[in-house]
Each structure stands twice: as C-alpha cells, then as structure tokens.
C-alpha cells in the first residue's frame, strides 16, 4: 500500500497538469475568437467563445470588445463590469469600462441618426425638383430610350464528389453531407472521415478565394452526462467543426480564416437517431460552399 503523501504528491501533480492544459486550451480558444473578431466575423468569434469558461475574463474582455464594435456599449460595460468583478486590478478593463460608460451616443444611435439627417436631405431635394420641374415646360424626347434587354443571372453550379459525400443544392449554395459518421468519439476524426474530408478539400483549393464556406457541426441526441471538455452538445458539435476546418487547412491550402462556423438548428439530427448506427451516423458535419456573390 503506497504512503498517504506519495499519494497526495501524485494527486496534486495531476491536478497541476489537467489545470495546465485547461489554461492551454483557453489561450488557443482566445486567439482563434480573435483572429475571427478582427476579420469582421463576429459571430464566429462568438461561437469559439461559448467554450470558453464563463469565469475566465480575458474571454469576457473580447465579448466586451465585439459588442463595443457594433455599438452595444451598454452590453460591453456589463462585460467588463463582470470582468471587473473576477480581476478587480485590471487596468485595462477599467479603463474600457470607462470610456464605455462615458460614450453617450453607440455607434448605432449615430448611424440613426446619419440615416435620418440623410433622408431629411434627400426629401427637401426632392421637393424642390419637383417646384423647378413645375416651372418648366416639359417637352418630349425625339429619340424614345430603347427598353434594356434583360440580363440573364448566370448560376455558377458547384460540384463535389468523394467516398461517402452526398451532394445536395440549396439556392445557389452546395450542401455536401457524409453517408457515414466522420468521429470516432468526441473530436478524433476516422480514418474514412479523413479520405472523404482530404477529397473534398484538394476539390475546394483552387477555388477558395471565390468560395464562400460554411462548416455546421452536429451531434447525436443523447445529451453529455461527464461533462468535462465539452459542457452540452453545442459545444462538441461546434469543437467538431474547428477540428474538421483545421484538418482541412492541413490537407489542402486552405486558410482556417476562410471558413465560417454556423450553429445548427436545435434539436435537429442529420439521420434518425433511432439506433446505435444512426447516431454514429449523426456525429459529424455539414459543408455549405456557395459562390461568393450568393447568400446561402
């Protein structure tokens, strides 16, 4: 039987390491909401950082910062309020706070207002075209304009192909799902999720500069009962997503800044989960590739 101490000292060692690789974690999970966050894709972000731990205020400090940028100040200085609350000495969050809670007018009460001293413009020179055209007599055009010819909208049609891919059209977008679970369990990708992905992705590399790409993660519906990395299933499914863009990004030149995370509907499973082949089926992804021009 090992003494009492060697045992603590063992305990205490691997509560060290799981804390270590926790703050690892986070810091990864950070920098990605960043990277999102400074392209403009804040919803993204937002998304990264719903795994991140609620008492973490770095984490809170980047949510405050998004909100600031689409001028909901009021929600930034309740986040930084917060992270306020967890590191009272952060210099840097109190001075957010404050020019926040100073900041009487958000960016989207002056955008308002721009928009409303621009349509007062654009009336009052209205009314006074319409006062000078009044004035004037109006005289016919000897050469009628010619009606323009309609333009036909040209539909540029994608189309992927690979083991187990099912492609499907939605408007102007391609929906690609995969006949068989791309994990294992948890994150870790099977060996035919990683054929079917690596031949998706050597397809999508010449042209993912005009592409505009969407990555959805999904999950069966038993719900999470160990509840250790991943708290519920929106998390796992959106982990399932990072991990299926940065697989890719290793397979084929794709950049993981080029691809958006969008949530999937509540409740909603890509096949019956009816079996233990049906939520095997379940554990995996959807990919929506469109081009550029076209909202999905």
Known sequence: MQPRNFQESGASRLGTLEAQAGALMVQALLARATALARRGRYDSAELVLTRVPRDAPEGLDLLARIRAQQGRTRDAAALWTEALRIDPGNLRFRDCLHKAERDPWSRRTRLLFVIAIAGLLVSAGGFGLERLAARRPQVASQHPAKPKPPVAEQEKHLSFSGPDVIQSRSGAATLLRFESGLFSRDVLLTPGGKASLAAIGRQIEPQWCQLTLTVIGH??????????????????????????????????????????IRRAPDARCLYPCDSIAGRLKNRSVELLIAPSQATP
Not at 221 to 231: A, N, S, V
């Open 219 to 260: 999950t069966d519906d038993l719900p999470i009962i160990r509840r250790g990395r991943f708290q519920d299933n929106e998390a796992l499914a959106l982990a399932r997503a990072d991990t299926v863009i940065r697989y890719l990004s290793t397979v084929a030149k794709i950049p993981v800044s080029a691809w958006v």
